[in-house]
Every structure is written in C-alpha cells, then in structure tokens.
C-alpha cells in the first residue's frame, strides 16, 4: 500500500523557517517524480515545487524561487520541502505528492497519483 505521511507544517513569522516532511512506503521513492502543492483558501491548488531524477529537472513556482528547496532522502524514502524567508501569502495547507518518473517535472497536480493528508502551514505578519 502507498503512503505519504507528512509533518512539519505549523505556525511561524514573517522571515521565518520550517521543514516539511513527506514519509513515505510501498515505493521506491528513487523512481517516482516528487512534488509538493500548496491550496490557500478560495484559491485553486498551486505546484510549488518538483522533481524528475529522470529528467534531471526541478521546477520551482515563481513565487517561491530562491526561497523553497525540495529534497529526497532515498535511505529514509523520505522527501523534504525546506521553506526560508516565509511570507504571509505562503500561508496554506502543503501537500506532498508522488508519481512514477516518466521523466518529467512537470509540477500540475493531475500528473500526480499518491497524495499525503496535507500539512497547514501559517505564517503570520
């Protein structure tokens, strides 16, 4: 059975920093393309950041660029989304998101299957 559990999320300031996690299990996590979105309310679900190890590409939202980095630890099959610089309109529930790597880092959420239960990330003025 797949799973994508994730932690991380919470409350911070403006300038702030967090790390989200994404466990995940029943995959090899080296083979799947990797992303993770974000869905303010009222707004429609938004790619932040993903990864294709295939395709050698990572692509990050304009929004987030030189603030965001994704990153996988295959050995603990574990993805991480590290946010720096937090801004209030970062506010949102993030989630994690897993698909077979076809060689693409697209970052639509269609392209992706296996979903995590959402973390709330709040980052206050």
């Known amino acids: 059975e797949v799973k994508l559990v994730e932690s991380g999320g919470g409350l911070v300031q403006a300038g702030g920093s967090l790390r989200l996690s994404c466990v995940t299990s029943?995959?090899?996590?080296?083979?799947?393309?990797i992303g993770w979105f974000r869905q303010a309310p009222g707004k429609e679900r938004e790619g932040v950041a993903c990864?294709?190890?295939?395709?050698?590409?990572?692509e990050y939202a304009d929004s987030v660029k030189g603030r965001f980095t994704i990153s996988t630890d295959n050995a603990k099959s574990t993805m991480y989304l590290q946010m720096n610089n937090l801004r209030p309109e970062d506010t949102a529930v993030y989630s994690c998101?897993?698909?077979?790597?076809?060689?693409?880092?697209?970052?639509?959420?269609?392209?992706?299957?296996?979903w995590g239960q959402g973390a709330q990330v709040t980052v206050s003025s």
């Open positions: 029943g995959f090899a996590l080296g083979d799947y393309a």
């Open positions: 998101a897993a698909n077979f790597d076809l060689g693409s880092a697209w970052c639509v959420a269609p392209r992706f299957d296996y």
């Open positions: 990864f294709s190890r295939r395709a050698g590409r990572t």
